[in-house]
């Protein structure tokens, strides 16, 4: 869900630096040549960096002992840099691949001069193990010790490496799927118009202006008691958000979503290990003083964290989830027009759909979840849009991004009601979640570990079931009487007690 | 809700300084305030600066915090002179609740600042006599002697001005430490003191061994604390499965029962200016604070919706019809549980973030009392028709917490535990509160026989009282219904009024 996303903006955000785990590449990576001769320096690769923006260096000043490591392919990503290098520019990214490449390279002989090094000390080690004249064995110790401490340097060369290649590495934003348009947000296409706008006999009113005749809201005395963005919700809203929440994760539980509620505190790392930027400029999270925890803007944060750093069975494979959680974003750098009342708020509730899937299986996945919830709009009787985002909209997790407007009368135009992100492994790779494959060893009734496929990274999808401020918005403008009244849709009745009406209090 | 008082601790700790500018709320106070002999030589007050070291020793925290907070930036309306006119029962009153507050200063700095206050009039009269004296014909040298001692009065008044400014802000940080006066039938002392009001059903009989909730929930795959506690820390959780739709039904159920005895329900802001929450009686940035600060921000997360809803009418004269007002606002719940360690923090039992639907009522002084009692019978009757087994405490002067006048604390029988645990709190806090939040209504009393209104013939504005009560706090809720209602094969039953709730089913069982 990247509501914050109407401009492009940071909510999903890479975040810098971390250390690489090699054990999970492709054997591949180990037959590249071996380059004896003396790599480049480690610090002539680092003023070779670009000019980077002022946040960027910040960011990177701020996060100077990186906390957890991504699972990058470097390999896959030096094999296919056009395609990468095409990626970064039509998602108009600020990722330097040539720099990332260049420090790769760098790391991998690196590495290869400290295995190198380690070599020499070790046949020096098995040399002394022998008999010989105490002159050898003296010139041998001081070798070892040289070779020690030289490796002692080298080793502390490779982290620093390591951690500026996982800083930059970090950046590159996640591959687009082929049929995604390339450009701003105008280049966005429609892939599905349900509905018609209604056409009212009266002048049409706003949410502000039927909350408040009908008692529905306070957003003044929530401005004193804790600042703009904020409100009280009242009588019949009150049961209006309850309903939306029961009847959504009634509707997605059907369609076999396991509910969860999740903690709405979380670590910083967690947040990152997203794509989301905690302490950027113009970031969208509230951090906690005196502490590493965040509270979160949106439930796929504590779900994607559910399953972090595990092997999951592939017959567990897919496992689908709808969360309710309240969501807290700053919305720092949104100015303008689109904030009047509930449009944008620092507060809301939210059922959230979060898919863990095979990676073959992600784009069905993601046809699924906007089904789902076009599905859902539908029967409350919306007049809608879904649209297909374009490459420079599409924020770094994202493969491709499915975003519902539905028209609101009292704004006379579109808004944003949800959005459906597949992020293939981007979260996975940082989240360190993975499946075992489940199949069998050929022709061979004994299991051994080696006959196992190895892991592969899960694909995670998210998707907004239901973001309650917004479906205020709509429900008020579009089922609004001309009594000021609002007729509630048919599906939520149930839910608010069989009522039909939201009306004036007697 | 006093969730943190099992062991009385900070959660409705008093909250130290804040200013009252010299042109205090007065028109409330009796006239016969201004009754008092003038006096006109010098005042014969202790020096400001010696008043302020007369402050007992206070503990490091308390140092500590005013330094923070040098510049208070809020005003509690304390009624100094009924505490003078009540300084015995007010001594006493202090004692009973093991409060560190100290009356002898507040009296000290009262008298202090009144005469000081008194002196600041005088010099203001003497400078403008001499200003009326200056609009009449006189000699040039005249003139300049009166220049001259216009002058100096003014240099002198600024500096009592600020005197006076530093001695209110001293003021109101130790009389806001004085804690709500005791109803007369609280018993005195400590935990073991509070009183039994009601005993409701009794412990359900088990013919197998019993389990506790986490044990339950393990089974019935409806909690997570292990991945909660790497995702965000320890005395997190996930609700899953059954669990949720438990929440649900319990805040669904709950505000409706709530909501046909008259509530007007209510969703809140969960981060409020910290100013609001000092208001309601935390602490927001003592030691053990129970609460969680914004990072760059005045802002804190609520611990309690009772936050929010006070503040809804702060800085309000309400109009006496209006009342009573009463409000049941469901909000998640943020508390930091500093300070709260040993075996009563496994599971469900204090955790980090919850879900609660809290009441909260507004109403005239004379009727505190009676919604008192109204309260603590919604949340008896709503208990008993869950079919728990609990009791209500009148609970103890040391365990009432600053703001409240009586608190009554219900506790249910936890088979799990294997005793009985907290899950609501009823407080009456009269005036405690009003008073910081600047909560007045306007009585409505028509004029003595006189057909034309007029401002003069209005009774002046009173302090409301505010109670809040606990309607569901969902964790031990959860805890209740899971340990009491577990069947012989790791099933729950759910009692007959949440049924509806969870579309009519009766039992929570293992996922086939």
Known sequence: ?????LNATTLSCLKLATTFAFPSQPSSF???????????????ALQTSPATSPSTTKDHDQASRPQWKAAIDFKWIKDNKEAVAANIRNRNSDADLELVLQLYDNFFNLQKEVERVRGERNAVANKMKGKMEQSERQRLIEEGKNLKEGLIALEEDLLKLNDKLQQEAQRIPNMTHPDVPIGGEDSSTTRKLVGSAPEFSF???????????????????????????FYYLKNDAVLLEMALVNWTLSEVMKRGFTPLTTPELVRSSVVEKCGFQPRGNNTQVYSIEDSDQCLIGTAEIPVGGLHMDSILAETLLPLKYAAFSHCFRTEAGAAGSATRGLYRVHQFSKVEMFIFCRPEESEYYHEELIKIEEDMFSSLGLHFKTLDMASEDLGAPAYRKFDVEAWMPGLERFGEISSASNCTDYQSRRLGIRFRPSEAPVASPKKSKGNLAPPQFVHTLNATACAVPRMIICLLENHQQEDGSILIPEPLRPFMGGRSVISRKS
């Open 203 to 229: 002048p049409v009113k706003d949410h502000l202006e039927l909350g408040k005749e009908l008692d529905l809201f306070d957003f003044d005395t929530a401005a004193e008691v804790s600042g703009s963005k």
């Open 1 to 5: 869900m990247n509501m914050g996303c």
């Open 30 to 44: 180990h037959n590249l040549p071996f380059i004896r001769r003396a790599v480049k320096p480690l610090s002539a």
